[in-house]
């Protein structure tokens, strides 16, 4: 069945939005130009943005040939996005408006130790964000969490987040969604990290690249075509479980958290360095600065994470081929892991992606998340202009 008028309009709208955010101002000369629409469509298109308030004349084009062209660039206000991230240990938040301005950001410890206790932490690092906003709950248009794991539409739950406890359990769900509304949407941490990667990042303008996090835990997010790929079941990265490393695959640890996990974050290379004999190995980062100042047995924990590290990125690399693969999380941007683990795999595979450490901080999983719900959320507006059969 051919799309109806009011689809089509929709359509073309989300297009020449979606060029005008990406470039900041365009005319309509320029949005005819990159759209390949006729100037008319464009005009229509224009002038039904600026009449539902999404974009606005934002000065004129001057110093060339021919008349001063009218600039339009995103209204701002049309919205907010709130984003989480949930962590182990924090929890971050920040709300922005529509064209990617911070309003407000915060960061809270976690003191939870059950599901419900989380989302009631979520909740109160909200309403922070909301009153440094100055806005209500009402007026957030779209909401993204970040959070260990994947959906399971059969459970609806999460699930593949045994780190943090009882964030399984089915009516963890549905209280968030009670406490940000039922088109919360909840992306997995990794993934959305990748996703800032891609805007803000190492990522940028590569088509095909995988950000491979190494920290309390081991994810992956894997952009594919300049698209994340999320896979079948929405547990494409789970890296963590890939069967090798240095943990007895038996062990309660290997088979709740997956081998390689078990073995390669931070819990892993703290163990490790307990059996080199190090005494008091308070965290990864002092195994790492150990190993800076000459110390053979953090040289040797560090040396056998960058052989862990190597192993992943070239099982990676062996089934997708990726342009470029960037290491991030609080061990996988730590000093002198990069050389290491770029020297390791020279020595395992001919397929040599180039290799890069995040430049992105501790905010990267709401970075993406922000990029995520902005997206999202300039697709409600112009559904919701033409009606909800576009939604």
């Known amino acids: 069945m051919p799309a109806?008028?009011?689809?089509?309009?929709?359509?073309?709208?989300?297009?020449?939005?979606?060029?005008?955010?990406?470039?900041?101002?365009?005319?309509?000369?320029?949005?005819?130009?990159?759209?390949?629409?006729?100037?008319?469509?464009?005009?229509?298109?224009?002038?039904?943005?600026?009449?539902?308030?999404?974009?606005?004349?934002?000065?004129?084009?001057?110093?060339?040939?021919?008349?001063?062209?009218?600039?339009?660039?995103?209204?701002?206000?049309?919205?907010?996005?709130?984003?989480?991230?949930?962590?182990?240990?924090?929890?971050?938040?920040?709300?922005?408006?529509?064209?990617?301005?911070?309003?407000?950001?915060?960061?809270?410890?976690?003191?939870?130790?059950?599901?419900?206790?989380?989302?009631?932490?979520?909740?109160?690092?909200?309403?922070?964000?909301?009153?440094?906003?100055?806005?209500?709950?009402?007026?957030?248009t779209q909401t993204v969490l970040g959070s260990p794991g994947v959906f399971d539409p059969r459970r609806n739950a999460l699930t593949l987040a045994p780190a943090l406890p009882g964030w399984e359990e089915p009516t963890v769900l549905s209280q968030l969604r009670g406490a940000f509304g039922a088109s919360l949407m909840v992306e997995n941490d990794i993934d959305a990290a990748a996703l800032a990667e891609q805007a803000h990042g190492h990522g940028r303008g590569v088509d095909s690249f995988a950000f491979v996090s190494v920290g309390a835990g081991i994810g992956m997010g894997l952009v594919l075509g300049g698209r994340l790929h999320r896979g079948a079941r929405g547990a494409a990265g789970e890296i963590g479980y890939l069967p090798f490393g240095d943990m007895p695959r038996r062990t309660r640890d290997a088979r709740r958290l997956g081998h390689f996990e078990a073995s390669a974050s931070a819990a892993g290379i703290l163990r490790a360095a307990r059996q080199a004999g190090m005494r008091r190995p308070v965290s990864p980062r002092n195994v790492f600065a150990a190993a800076a100042r000459g110390d053979e047995r953090a040289a040797h924990v560090v040396a056998h994470e960058s052989v862990l590290i190597a192993k992943a990125i070239c099982a990676v690399t062996a089934v997708v081929d990726p342009e470029l693969v960037v290491l991030g999380g609080g061990i996988g941007q730590a000093a002198g892991l990069l050389d290491a683990v770029r020297h390791e795999l020279r020595t395992l595979t001919p397929i040599q992606p180039e290799l890069r450490a995040s430049a992105l901080g501790d905010n990267a999983v709401v970075d993406g998340c922000l990029a995520a719900g902005i997206d999202r959320a300039w697709e409600i507006i112009i559904a919701a202009i033409h009606g909800p059969d576009n939604a």
């Open 4 to 140: 109806g008028p009011q689809l089509i309009r929709a359509m073309n709208e989300q297009l020449v939005l979606g060029l005008i955010r990406r470039a900041g101002t365009l005319s309509r000369a320029d949005v005819a130009r990159m759209s390949g629409l006729s100037k008319p469509t464009v005009s229509l298109a224009l002038s039904n943005l600026e009449r539902a308030g999404l974009v606005r004349a934002a000065g004129t084009r001057t110093g060339v040939p021919g008349p001063a062209a009218v600039l339009y660039e995103v209204r701002p206000s049309a919205g907010n996005v709130l984003a989480l991230d949930v962590g182990s240990q924090f929890l971050r938040g920040a709300i922005c408006d529509l064209a990617g301005t911070i309003r407000a950001n915060a960061t809270l410890p976690v003191e939870s130790a059950t599901g419900p206790q989380r989302v009631a932490e979520l909740a109160r690092l909200a309403e922070k964000l909301y009153a440094e906003a100055d806005v209500e709950r009402s007026d957030i």
